[in-house]
């Protein structure tokens, strides 16, 4: 099984453009396995829009991989989030990840859209089969609740074959979904406790339907920070995973040195995770790449010390 980790992105902390550049270059030339732009639409914190960031890190980059963690399905359309991938992952010559959820219903990203959340599940499920489709058959014919495809071709397909495609969420049905169409899972905000059961079930459902999802394609991760649980930030940084989670965040976050990031990441892998993507805590765009620098120079040995 091959560990690996990647670096996730929520916030734009990035004072401007070239900041962020600096920052991605610093990742592509620096043995990052691949870059995670989380999904936020609608909201009053500085985020940009994952498919769009996916398409400029295409031209933009010349190593890493790139993924969405995870992009909101059931706000798509599918034909044209299935073109996207397709032609993002032709320009990047094969290195998208594209992962898929049914988006929170606790957002405005649904109401902003005029998009009612009752049915999301089905519709994302309609949109995965209806790009799985696309990307691998000539000619697509389909007839669900929420869309109707007839004789339909996108072209060029994915340059990857099969697209690696990845679905997030830990309810019974993102499980039945991940085990159905997907060739990989990856974790939201859980702990290893969490995540385990989960693993389990999705093997054990894909197996029932005959299939098999790679040791190495279960992923996750943690926020994390060189420093000390007393700076502001790092405080700012739980605060804020405590007024979401509604209870002290344990498990969620390793701040301080190399070996407590090891140390958690190993609790994680036990649990069944080969895949991390670590999201640094951090603030403005020089913090980012100091943080990042500080992975790439003492975690990152660490974490591809365990694959020999």
């Given at each position: 099984m091959s560990i690996s980790a990647g670096i996730g992105i929520a916030d734009f902390s990035f004072e401007d453009a070239k900041s962020f550049w600096r920052w991605v270059d610093l990742c592509d030339n620096g043995g990052v396995d691949s870059i995670w732009q989380s999904d936020r639409i609608i909201g009053t914190e500085p985020t940009l829009e994952c498919m769009s960031v996916m398409a400029a890190l295409a031209g933009g980059t010349e190593h890493i991989k790139f993924g969405m963690n995870v992009a909101s399905?059931?706000?798509?359309?599918?034909?044209?989030?299935?073109?996207?991938?397709?032609?993002?992952?032709?320009?990047?010559?094969?290195?998208?990840?594209?992962?898929?959820?049914?988006?929170?219903?606790?957002?405005?990203?649904?109401?902003?859209?005029?998009v009612p959340t009752k049915?999301?599940?089905?519709?994302?499920?309609?949109?995965?089969?209806?790009?799985?489709?696309?990307?691998t058959e000539d000619k697509v014919s389909f007839e669900g609740e929420f869309f109707q495809l007839n004789e339909a071709t996108i072209?060029?397909?994915?340059?990857?074959?099969?697209?690696?495609l990845w679905i997030g969420g830990v309810a019974p049905a993102a499980i039945k979904r991940t085990a159905k169409w997907a060739t990989g899972w990856q974790a939201g905000i859980e702990t290893p406790e969490q995540i385990k059961p989960v693993v389990e079930a999705i093997k054990?459902?894909?197996?029932?339907?005959?299939?098999?999802?790679?040791?190495?394609?279960?992923?996750?991760?943690?926020?994390?920070?060189?420093?000390?649980?007393?700076?502001?930030?790092?405080?700012?940084?739980?605060?804020?995973?405590?007024?979401?989670?509604g209870k002290a965040p344990t498990d969620?976050?390793?701040?301080?040195?190399?070996?407590?990031?090891?140390?958690?990441?190993?609790?994680?892998?036990e649990a069944g995770l080969c895949k991390f993507v670590l999201r640094p805590i951090a603030n403005g765009g020089e913090d980012m790449i100091v943080q990042t620098k500080l992975m790439v120079e003492k975690l990152l040995p660490l974490v591809h010390g365990l694959n020999n």
């Open positions: 399905l059931g706000l798509r359309d599918p034909v044209i989030t299935a073109k996207a991938c397709a032609t993002i992952d032709v320009l990047s010559d094969g290195r998208l990840l594209p992962a898929f959820g049914i988006g929170t219903a606790l957002g405005k990203d649904y109401s902003a859209r005029g049915g999301r599940g089905k519709r994302t499920d309609e949109g995965l089969e209806i790009m799985t489709r696309l990307w072209s060029p397909k994915p340059v990857q074959k099969p697209v690696p054990i459902q894909a197996r029932e339907l005959g299939r098999t999802i790679p040791e190495d394609h279960y992923g996750g991760g943690f926020a994390f920070r060189f420093g000390s649980q007393d700076e502001p930030i790092a405080m700012e940084y739980i605060r804020r995973i405590e007024k979401f989670m969620l976050q390793a701040i301080g040195n190399e070996q407590d990031m090891l140390e958690l990441l190993l609790r994680y892998k």
